[in-house]
């Protein structure tokens, strides 16, 4: 059964940064390409990023681009969202999600951006 548990949301300023943490089991997470999305209050949920199954290929939303950077330990089986320059726009609930396994979703991680 896949999960994912996402980590290191929170309440931060403007121009501030956070570290979020996707936690993946029940499938080899190393096989997999892994997706950050977010959802903000009343809108569709967003692509936000895309790491390949080695790490070594990135993409990004021109929303983010520049701001944000994904990475993946597969010895930890996690993905990771390093998220600098925080905007109020990036408020939202943000999730992972493996791309082989396109249905499943974990509990998300809030993200508040706010002075």
């Known amino acids: 059964q896949v999960q994912l548990v996402e980590s290191g949301g929170g309440l931060v300023q403007p121009g501030g940064s956070l570290r979020l943490s996707c936690a993946a089991s029940?499938?080899?997470?190393?096989?997999?390409?892994m997706n950050w999305y977010r959802q903000a209050p009343n809108k569709g949920r967003e692509f936000v990023a895309r790491?390949?199954?080695?790490?070594?290929?990135?993409s990004y939303a021109d929303s983010v681009k520049g701001r944000f950077t994904i990475s993946r330990d597969n010895a930890k089986s996690t993905v990771y969202l390093q998220m600098n320059g925080l905007k109020p726009d990036d408020t939202a609930m943000y999730y992972c999600?493996?791309?082989?396994?396109?249905?499943?979703w974990g509990q998300g991680t809030q993200v508040t951006v706010s002075s």
């Open positions: 790491i390949d199954v080695g790490g070594g290929s990135t």
């Open positions: 029940g499938f080899l997470f190393s096989l997999s390409s």
């Open positions: 999600n493996a791309a082989s396994f396109p249905r499943s």
